[in-house]
DNA sequence: AACACGTTTCAATCATCGCTGAACTGCTTG
DNA sequence: CAAGCAGTTCAGCGATGATTGAAACGTGTT
């Protein structure tokens, strides 16, 4: 592992940790975006990051449950491997119609305790998520055609 | 602050929460969605939330940095107040170009470290980055047009 | 001026959560 | 069936960061 690899991993894991993911679980992401080979295992990934065997199973297992990672079984080999999926990023904006939603239950839920001044306080967060739930997929429609392009 | 109403903001602090935010940064949030009058000051948040008088003022400066919450003088009254935002819903989601950027910016030093195989992994999150940049400004403008029929 | 009230600041405390290390499971091979 | 390796689990440790409480500040009032 170079030194601007190095770099660049910790650049990633500080974005990631930024918005609250653990140290461990963003340097494996940003390691998992340049390393080579593109395939590997636990013991490769721990070595390289100088991480527990531990923390990278855990932290693994999280990035498998979201999608972001795939296991892969080499044959002939039989130690796991496991390399950041194809369109990974694509699925994580695809998500976001998840937490929208939720948004829009958390608005829907408000109407029990509506205030009677300036309602539009929790409406508006109806609305918004309605809007967002409305316009999400078409634009990931638009999204997937046009960066697909080239990977068919 | 009957039950329903601290039911409500338990609900909306423990979705923020969830997503990174601290606990009384949550329970501000939800309790000025709900309370009445909008406008209130520190020490009457404290006493709804049961929160310290220095969390209370830690929290919400940063509602006020981030544009959620806003300050406001009642004339003939010296204590200052603070109320959610009219709009304060839809900065949130303007506000989300600023993390694509990023985003894009953390693609585009990855050039420095671009894998032979499967460079997609980072080039990927690059083409990402820009569309949502290139299509998040009118997907703004449509939802301030929308959203703001009944309320000019 | 002194006081009262609302707000801010900050050091100390507390809780949370991730990380480690070691024990454990399961699988494969000699 | 023993040995070796990959991965998992979990208790205990450690660090981060939020919360508190008290003291300082500022502003308006008597």
């Known amino acids: ?17 930024m918005v609250g993911s653990a140290r461990a679980w963003a340097e494996i992401l940003g390691w ?26 855990t932290q693994l297992r999280t990035h498998v449950s979201l999608g972001l990672v795939e296991q892969v079984r080499v044959r002939g080999d039989r130690t796991q491997r496991y390399r950041l999926r194809s369109g990974a990023w ?11 939603r939720a948004l829009g239950e958390l608005a829907r839920d408000g109407a029990a305790v509506l205030p009677r001044e300036r309602p539009e306080r929790v409406t508006e967060l109806g609305d918004l998520a309605d809007f967002f739930a409305r316009e999400w997929p078409p634009l990931m429609e638009r999204m997937n055609a046009e960066l697909t392009k080239g990977t068919p």
Do not use: K, N, W
Request: aromatic share 6%.
């Open 1 to 17: 592992m170079t030194d601007a690899q190095h770099e660049y991993v910790d650049q990633v894991a500080t974005f990631f940790t």
């Open 32 to 57: 998992l975006m340049i390393c080579e080979p593109a395939e590997q295992s636990q013991a490769q990934i721990a070595a390289a990051l100088s991480l527990s065997a531990g923390s990278v199973s």
């Open 90 to 100: 694509h699925s994580v904006m695809a998500s976001e119609l998840d937490r929208i």
